[in-house]
């Protein structure tokens, strides 16, 4: 049976992992926030507000909420004064979810536009953006993060701002262990009680098990074109954020 959560699995259909994980997004959907809230201790909001933060003066613009979920990202933006947010996602579910969230705050509404499809084709003009985010969601497109990323660049502005919310591992060996341990009891026992079902968390596990360092990460955004990339971590280093700009001008050189 296939592994869709190994990410070091370099022959892996992209097609049929889509297909796995927008269903097993659909599924969760429901349930998505509650545990969200439960499993970050209710830090989430804060994470958001600080990823949000990392976008600079671009928050105040146009913000792509990039494998948006039910939204909360989105959420974050325009409350901290983003004029406008598009909420992106693969899930129909979750847009359904996220959708409903909004609309339950009808201020909020009229700047948010929700769009479904896939991160490595977005129907976004070149420079249409003045931010991009993203939370908890480029362990699903690893095997297509390069063009996912290529994506972000392009439609950013130049000048523009890029800020990515993901799992980590700390450093320190001690702090590791435990985190490991955390993931594999604490967090699917936080799933099985919040959601009914345990099966999304050991995804979740292994998906944040084999993905990429913080250095790593750090090293794709400057390949696709991003400077002055740096992170902030959060949770003695299980959360971080990667943020980064695109340049004002670019040249053959630059990529």
Not at 8 to 14: A, C, E, V, W
Not at 132 to 156: T, W
Request: charged share 25%; with cysteine; aromatic share 10%.
């Amino acid at each position: 049976m296939t592994n869709f959560a190994d990410l070091k699995q370099s022959d892996l259909d992209r097609q049929k992992r889509q297909e796995y994980v927008t269903q097993l997004f659909d599924n969760l959907a429901p349930r998505y926030d509650r545990f969200n809230r439960a499993v970050s201790l209710f830090r989430d909001e804060a994470w958001r507000n600080k990823t949000i933060q990392l976008l600079g003066e671009n928050r105040s613009g146009a913000i792509l909420d990039l494998a948006a979920g039910t939204g909360d990202l989105a959420h974050s933006a325009l409350r901290l004064g983003a004029r406008q947010v598009h909420v992106f996602d693969i899930s129909r579910e979750m847009l359904t979810f996220a959708k409903e969230k909004f609309r339950r705050q009808s201020d909020m509404q009229t700047n948010a536009a929700f769009e479904l499809g896939s991160a490595e084709s977005l129907p976004f003009k070149e420079g249409a953006m003045d931010g991009v985010v993203s939370g908890f969601a480029m362990r699903n497109v690893f095997h297509f993060l390069d063009d996912v990323l290529a994506e972000v660049y392009r439609v950013l502005k130049p000048g523009g701002s890029v800020a990515i919310l993901e799992l980590s591992q700390p450093d320190n060996p001690l702090l590791r262990h435990g985190f490991r341990l955390h993931m594999k009891i604490v967090m699917p026992a936080i799933g099985k009680l919040t959601t009914g079902d345990s099966a999304p968390f050991a995804y979740l596990r292994e998906t944040t098990m084999t993905f990429l360092t913080r250095e790593q990460f750090k090293r794709r955004l400057e390949r696709a074109g991003f400077v002055q990339v740096k992170w902030h971590c959060f949770m003695l280093g299980a959360i971080a954020v990667h943020y980064g700009t695109k340049p004002h001008r670019t040249s053959i050189s630059d990529r």
